[in-house]
């Protein structure tokens, strides 16, 4: 098996940047003081991409206890073009939801896209 040329690579990853509908905000924390000793985050846009934020399994659900009741989060697999600089504890949001990054997928021999999984929390 020959290895892919770097303008095949390129005529791929363009392709699949087709393939994303949607266009989200990467927002990224930095913490301030809260006054009392602690940490706060504030959320800081770093930039807009395409993606495409698909369901990670309909049947599965992300559950945290919050004020005493469990609470649900729909679990999200987003597809984002190949090379964007993202982190695991960085935001996306798009079409009015907030989703939490949970982790980076792995690397693969190509890269072709980044698909993050994520969480949606508002």
């Known amino acids: 098996m020959s290895a892919l040329s770097t303008g095949e690579i390129a005529a791929m ?4 940047e087709t393939t994303l509908p949607d266009s989200g ?10 006054g009392a000793g602690g940490k706060i985050p504030t ?3 770093v930039g807009t991409v395409s993606c ?4 990670l399994d309909l049947s599965a659900g992300y559950e945290t206890e919050m004020g005493g009741a469990v ?11 190949a090379l964007t600089t993202i982190y ?14 949970k982790s980076i997928r792995a690397e693969r021999s ?3 896209s980044r698909r993050v999984n994520a969480v949606e929390v508002g």
């Open 71 to 81: 609470t649900t989060f729909a679990q999200r697999v987003i597809t984002l073009p």
């Open 13 to 16: 990853r363009s392709q699949l």
């Open 43 to 45: 959320w800081a846009n």
């Open 110 to 112: 190509y890269e072709i």
């Open 88 to 101: 695991s504890t960085d935001r996306i949001v798009s079409g009015g939801s907030t989703y939490e990054v």
């Open 25 to 34: 905000t990467i927002s990224r924390a930095t913490y301030v003081d809260d």
């Open 52 to 55: 495409r934020i698909s369901p």
